[in-house]
């Protein structure tokens, strides 16, 4: 099967994770961004988590220069529209953006216009392309709640005009879900749709209460729902989503290979 060729929707992608290097080093430059190195190899290395990363906190390392770029209206257009046009190349049809507003503000952005600046780079990539977008809004769980608030808010005027979710990530502690569940209901009663990364590094029970307490429809990951009955049996009984990913799984050591990855037992 030709795997390029093949019509696809994509529904866990970070945009922070889909910068293209040459793209860090010309932003760097025009916009008067240190980076710890100009060249594109030595970019590329510290972007791409290695195989042996030794723990999730260690792969998102990767995540900390394009995001130093990520600070003007311009380079965030820019970058969105770039992974629209990549996805495109590679046949994806449809694909769901998410990124962390509140990662943006270094250089005084308020988040309507980082939120609208990606959203112009998705919308410039629809024009051109034949692929369609939309944004998920996520939040990182050590981020104070009263954020979360703000960019809710923010966020419900774009409801239907690109952005379809919220969606919470990084480190993940047991009981995590507690801490948001009134902005999460809040957010679900605006018509926000739910995805949460959850059960990623060891926790199946984290699952169970991101969909039974945060209203999640979709789950990043989700891989130690094979350790938690209660939480397979509610995925399954639900049909919620699992957004895998085996090489990231590999590479966070969430599991230590591909074969014991519980993809094909799912
Ligand atoms: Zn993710």
Same mark, same amino acid.
Request: aromatic fraction near 0%; glycine fraction near 0%; charged fraction near 10%.
């Given at each position: 099967m030709n795997l390029k060729k093949l019509p696809k929707i994509e529904l866990h992608c970070h945009l922070d994770g889909s910068v293209r290097p040459e793209t860090i080093v010309e932003i760097s430059k025009s916009e008067g961004v240190n980076l710890p190195s100009y060249e594109i190899d030595v970019i590329k290395s510290m972007m791409i988590a290695p *195989?042996?990363?030794?723990?999730l906190d260690e792969y998102l390392k990767g995540f900390e220069i394009p995001i130093a770029i990520m600070q003007s209206k311009e380079s965030l257009k820019r970058v969105t529209y770039e992974l629209m046009e990549d996805s495109a190349k590679e046949n994806i049809k449809y694909i769901e953006i998410r990124f962390a507003p509140l990662l943006h503000t270094n250089k005084g952005l308020s988040t309507e216009e980082i939120i609208e600046s990606v959203l112009d780079g998705i919308k410039e990539g629809e024009k051109k392309y034949d692929i369609k977008g939309n944004l998920i809004l996520s939040f990182l769980r050590? *981020?104070?709640v009263e954020t979360v608030y703000e960019v809710i808010e923010i966020g419900k005027k774009y409801l239907g005009e690109g952005v379809v979710a919220i969606d919470l990530c990084a480190s993940e502690h047991k009981g995590f879900c507690n801490k948001f569940i009134k902005p999460f209901l809040l957010g679900k009663e605006y018509g926000y749709r739910v995805t949460i990364h959850a059960g990623e590094t060891g926790i199946g029970e984290n699952v169970l209460d991101a969909v039974t307490i945060l209203g999640a429809e979709r789950i990043g990951h989700g891989i130690y729902i094979k350790d938690c009955k209660d939480a397979y049996d509610i995925v399954k009984d639900r049909n919620i989503a699992l957004e895998m990913c085996p090489t990231s799984n590999v590479q966070t050591k969430a599991v230590d290979s591909f074969e014991e990855h519980p993809v094909l037992d799912f």
């Open positions: *195989m042996e990363c030794l723990s050590h *981020m104070p």
